[in-house]
């Protein structure tokens, strides 16, 4: 966004001034100490504060809205400057203080390092937009999802299913009036991490779900069992296309991966 | 599967049905062939000649993608139309810091940017470039942010190793600066009255005059009628 000043602020002021869009108060220092080949270790620092206030009141006079991080970096400008203008006591040579500018200059040198990956990344961005890969949607039915190492939240949830459907007929079939047996995640979450270290290694998914009788049972396990792979306490693998899921506790594999 | 070029047609097939990139493992599983000559069948695809084809291999995000050659991007335009919206300055600013920094809370970006950074981050989200990493421990367990495998498809890189070092980023900085200040010198020659204005113990002493003395040779981007 270029947004020309002369026919607004020309009648009143007699100045032009060309406004661009900034990224932030930084941006805008950048962009002025840039623009005008000033060494940024030895920012003249009135006058830079000046031209930073005339933007601001530039801004204000178009309307454009001036985030409070702009009066912020106003205020940090004008407070620099105000401490080179207080009289120094004729202190020894060898003891300076801090240069008052130090910390402002250490942030722009930082936000400019990043706007140089920035810079890199935009770069990346327009030859990668050059490239096109394949995005036709693959249809689920006919063609599986190749095999991948990593279990999904799909795969889980197809094994699921699989475990529902063999368990169909036992819930069925007694009719008879049961209370409600309350079973709580908190519950089914202990029951599992113990059914997972009872196996010593690494136990089928269909077998841990083998003692689980009804379907309530059967849902709350899978919650119990998502919630343990939320917190990292057991991991899923698959080693082969449909094949069957291992569950084992999170601290074996870790074991096994140092091992190797 | 054993024949190498077999293996190489075959890997060729599997990227070109997937379309987002494929790891060597899975290729290696689907193929039921070594992980090894998974890899030096993709990296034969990826130095193939681009006579033979108008399709090319990238390794990217640790896997292997087939893409369209950039040489056929207008062609591909011509059909596919627009493409999703390149990224603002300010969503690639928050992406820089993040890679660097990850994983990393709203604040620290912030910090850095010295901008309000909520609407970027959620918009890095929504495009699957930034993804929620778990909370920092501490007064507020605020958010941590992380790039996703999407940052290293989007951007073609193969790791955040890609990316440059630190210390290059330090040292590309440096050299912009020297730049600026040969150009400041060219413009403005050394003082010769002999005083030293760079070094020296009153420098900060003589600090406000130098820097309005310096000041008057800049022209500010106003321009008086």
Redesign the interface.
């Known amino acids: 966004m270029v947004i020309d000043l002369r026919q607004e602020a020309a009648p009143n002021s007699g100045f032009m001034v060309t406004l661009q869009k900034f990224e932030g108060p930084l941006d805008l220092l950048l962009q002025m100490i840039r623009s005008q080949e000033i060494d940024i270790y030895d920012i003249p620092i009135a006058s830079v504060t000046d031209q930073y206030l005339f933007h601001l009141r530039a801004m204000e006079e178009m309307d454009l809205d001036v985030a409070s991080e702009y009066l912020v970096m106003a205020a940090t400008l004008i407070e620099i400057k105000s401490r080179f203008l207080l009289p120094k006591p004729p202190a020894p040579e060898q003891e300076e203080g801090p240069d008052p500018r130090d910390e402002l200059v250490r942030r722009l040198l930082e936000y400019e390092k990043y706007r140089q990956v920035a810079d890199l990344l935009h770069g990346h961005e327009d030859a990668q937009r050059l490239l096109h890969a394949r995005t036709v949607e693959l249809d689920p039915d006919d063609l599986p999802a190749v095999p991948s190492s990593s279990v999904t939240t799909l795969d889980l949830l197809s094994a699921l299913k699989r475990v529902l459907q063999n368990v169909g007929d036992v819930v069925t079939a007694p009719v008879t009036t049961i209370p409600r047996q309350k079973i709580t995640l908190r519950m089914k979450m202990a029951e599992m991490m113990r059914r997972v270290h009872e196996s010593g290694s690494r136990i089928p998914f269909s077998q841990l779900f083998a003692a689980e009788r009804t379907r309530p049972d059967i849902v709350m396990a899978f919650l119990a069992l998502l919630e343990l792979m939320r917190q990292f306490k057991i991991v899923a693998e698959q080693d082969q296309q449909f094949g069957e899921i291992f569950i084992s506790p999170a601290v074996q594999v870790e074991q096994k991966a140092l091992a190797q | 599967m054993t024949d190498s070029s077999e293996i190489r047609r075959a890997v060729e097939c599997?990227l070109?049905?997937?379309?987002?990139p494929?790891?060597t493992?899975?290729l290696a599983?689907?193929l039921e062939c070594e992980e090894a000559s998974v890899v030096s069948a993709a990296e034969e695809l990826a130095a193939r000649d681009p006579e033979v084809s108008g399709l090319r291999v990238?390794q990217v995000a640790g896997g292997w993608?087939?893409?369209?050659?950039?040489e056929y991007?207008l062609a591909?335009a011509r059909f596919?139309g627009k493409?999703a919206q390149?990224?603002s300055?300010?969503a690639?600013?928050a992406?820089?810091?993040l890679?660097?920094n990850q994983p990393s809370t709203q604040p620290e970006i912030e910090a850095?940017?010295?901008?309000?950074s909520s609407g970027v981050l959620k918009s890095l989200i929504e495009r699957n470039l930034v993804k929620e990493a778990g909370r920092r421990d501490g007064p507020g367990r605020p958010i941590l942010y992380e790039t996703t495998d999407g940052f290293l498809v989007?951007?073609?890189?193969n790791s955040l190793d890609d990316?440059?070092d630190q210390s290059v980023?330090?040292s590309?900085?440096a050299e912009?600066?020297s730049r600026?200040?040969e150009?400041?010198d060219e413009?403005f020659p050394a003082s010769t009255d002999g005083n030293d204005s760079v070094s020296g113990?009153?420098e900060?002493?003589q600090?406000?005059e130098?820097?309005?003395h310096?000041?008057e040779g800049?022209?500010?981007?106003?321009?008086?009628?």
Do not use: C, H, N, W
């Open positions: 599997l070109f049905v997937s379309g987002a494929l790891g493992r899975d599983l689907a990238q993608q087939m893409v369209t050659r950039p991007a591909v596919v493409r390149k990224l300055k300010a690639l600013e992406l820089a810091i890679a660097y850095i940017r010295g901008v309000d989007y951007f073609g890189l990316l440059p980023l330090e590309m900085l912009t600066q600026v200040e150009r400041a413009q113990g009153q900060q002493a600090g406000v130098e820097t309005l310096i000041s800049f022209e500010p981007e106003v321009v008086e009628r």
